[in-house]
């Protein structure tokens, strides 16, 4: 599997691909052409047409959870492409509204909106997106330190509920070696989605990307770690949502690659 970082936070020097508060992944798994998430703007485009690759091609979106640095470039999309064969994944709840310090944080559109460019497919369940690329859909909460990590609020019905992110997922890709996971912000935690993706395939953690929502320096951060150093055999490539300060802890106790926009990697 190819997986190229077409937006992060982070940029590299002497690279002149932009970044931003966002995430955007490419990955090609056999046939399947997979973007996780589109950042905040249209830079996605720009990166991505500066490191030759086509979207045009792409056979699926999906997305990580609802927030706008993960939703909101795919309406720059829909503006300049066709996308009317490209299939949608994502959590029902991923278009529900949602706020935070009285900033709208939730994705711009409904999923009628969405469905009137794309094909939707909304699960709360697992789906295999290529021969070895499955998106997890709703994250089991199983890890006790994990349990209260929600962020702001969302609308339902014209009420507001404190939004503990339900639908926050991530993707696992099995390896030779075990499974690669690639998540977007981590809301449903870290920890879960890794203990997720042990129970369902049953095979060890070869290499985590992505956010990991690990924003300050705390008692889950320490707990955290451990749990990564005790579950993840292989390389963590934390980025987008990971403080400095939560990436030294990391890398005081395990193997840590710096990831920025460009990052290109093959996955076996
Ligand atoms: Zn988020
Ligand atoms: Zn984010």
């Known amino acids: 599997?190819?997986?190229?970082?077409?937006?992060?936070?982070?940029?590299?020097i002497d690279q002149y691909y932009w970044g931003e508060p966002g995430l955007c992944i490419y990955m090609e798994?056999?046939?399947?052409?997979?973007?996780?998430?589109?950042?905040?703007?249209?830079?996605?485009?720009?990166?991505?047409?500066?490191?030759?690759?086509?979207?045009?091609?792409?056979t699926d979106i999906v997305f990580s959870h609802g927030h706008n640095d993960h939703t909101r470039g795919l309406t720059f999309f829909w503006?300049?492409?066709?996308?009317?064969?490209?299939?949608?994944?994502?959590?029902?709840?991923?278009?529900?509204p949602k706020e935070h310090d009285g900033l709208e944080i939730g994705a711009p559109f409904t999923a009628e909106e969405a469905e009137k460019h794309m094909k939707l497919r909304l699960s709360r369940e697992p789906v295999k997106l290529s021969d070895h690329l499955t998106w997890l859909g709703?994250?089991?909460?199983?890890?006790?330190?994990?349990?209260?990590?929600?962020?702001?609020?969302?609308r339902r019905s014209n009420a507001w509920y404190p939004d503990d992110l339900i639908d926050d997922t991530a993707l696992v890709y099995e390896g030779k070696d075990g499974l690669f996971i690639i998540t977007g912000c981590s809301h449903s935690g870290i920890c879960n989605i890794?203990?997720?993706?042990?129970?369902?395939?049953?095979?060890?953690?070869?290499?985590v990307i992505g956010g990991f929502h690990l924003m300050q320096k705390d008692t889950r951060l320490t707990q955290t770690v451990k749990y990564l150093k005790e579950h993840v055999q292989g390389?963590?490539?934390?980025?987008?949502?990971?403080?400095?300060?939560?990436?030294?802890?990391?890398?005081?106790?395990l193997p840590v690659v710096e990831v920025a926009t460009g990052m290109k990697m093959e996955i076996l």
Do not use: W
């Not at 996605?44 to 045009?56: C, G, P, R, T, V």
């Not at 909460?141 to 209260?148: A, G, H, L, Q, S």
């Not at 890794?194 to 290499?207: M, N, Q, R, S």
């Open 138 to 154: 709703e994250i089991p909460r199983t890890v006790p330190f994990e349990n209260n990590i929600g962020i702001g609020r969302y």
């Open 1 to 12: 599997m190819k997986l190229t970082v077409l937006v992060d936070n982070n940029t590299y």
């Open 79 to 96: 503006k300049t492409q066709d996308l009317h064969d490209m299939l949608l994944t994502a959590h029902p709840d991923v278009f529900l």
């Open 235 to 253: 390389t963590c490539y934390p980025c987008h949502c990971v403080c400095l300060a939560a990436k030294h802890e990391m890398m005081n106790e």
């Open 194 to 207: 890794i203990a997720y993706a042990e129970k369902l395939f049953a095979k060890p953690v070869t290499g």
């Open 29 to 58: 798994d056999g046939g399947r052409k997979i973007l996780l998430d589109t950042g905040y703007s249209e830079i996605f485009m720009h990166n991505a047409e500066l490191m030759n690759i086509d979207l045009s091609a792409l």
